[in-house]
């Protein structure tokens, strides 16, 4: 699976918009885009995934760069309890060697939301 | 049901013990995960069911680690022979479907194990 960077960690102030972003310049076609978060002490969350086009749920945004080297997950509010560490991760569709398209986590981005 | 459940939530063990761990995953998810996290350490992924079979066990740390599954539902993780090393939270997943297929999937999570090896 193509490997994704993302900064070690962000800061944020609460009730207003965070952007992480995440690298990924050797995306396949076949690549979907997963993010998770894992809150302190919590098992990971599904926060959102995509391919192709933008997608937004009740949790966050993505936004995928038009030549799909890049997104970014956007929190329209950050609340205190948003802090965690945000996972980005591509899953391949037609990977069944190998990893098996199975998430494989890397060390994410640690948020912090200042009252 | 809900969600992912595991059992027990903590467990304590003297080194050299066996120790079984237990997930339920979400009635009707097919693909069952099971990762490890050490203290202030990543996700480390251990093993991977497609039904009762396991397609990819390349994350198993050692032959002192195994996982089956019955019923393509409950899946435990047993430890032979405990290791100190072995100290960690062990958290299940499941996802509707596994493999390629299940890309366009979110994966459930449970709230892990808590092992301690004393």
Redesign the interface.
């Known amino acids: 699976d193509a490997k994704t960077t993302q900064p070690n960690s962000m800061e944020s102030n609460e009730e207003e918009p965070v952007h992480l972003p995440c690298n990924h310049s050797t995306i396949s076609g076949t690549d979907y885009i997963h993010w998770y978060r894992q809150l302190p002490s919590q098992g990971p969350e599904y926060v959102i995934h995509g391919l192709t086009s933008n997608v937004n749920n009740r949790m966050a945004s993505l936004a995928i760069a038009e030549d799909r080297k890049s997104s970014t997950l956007i929190l329209h509010r950050a609340t205190l309890r948003d802090a965690a560490v945000y996972y980005c991760i591509l899953r391949d569709q037609w990977n069944y060697g190998g990893s098996q398209g199975n998430l494989i986590f890397g060390k994410g981005t640690k948020l912090s939301v200042k009252p | 049901g809900a969600g992912v459940s595991q059992s027990p939530s903590n467990k304590v063990t003297e080194k050299g013990k066996d120790v079984e761990l237990r997930c339920d995953p979400i009635s009707g998810h097919t693909a069952l995960?099971w990762?490890r996290q050490s203290l202030g350490q990543?996700?480390e992924?251990l093993i991977?069911f497609q039904g009762n079979s396991a397609?990819?066990k390349?994350g198993l740390p050692s032959d002192r680690f195994s996982a089956e599954r019955t019923g393509g539902s409950v899946s435990t993780l047993t430890i032979q022979r405990t290791q100190q090393e072995d100290s960690a939270v062990y958290?299940c997943?499941s996802s509707l479907l596994?493999?390629?297929?299940?890309?366009?999937y979110?994966?459930?999570?449970?709230?892990?194990t808590r092992l301690t090896v004393v």
Not at chain 2, 98 to 104: L, S, W
């Open positions: 995960y990762y990543g996700l992924f991977y397609p990819d390349s958290l997943a596994g493999g390629g297929a299940g890309a366009n979110g994966y459930t999570f449970g709230s892990g």
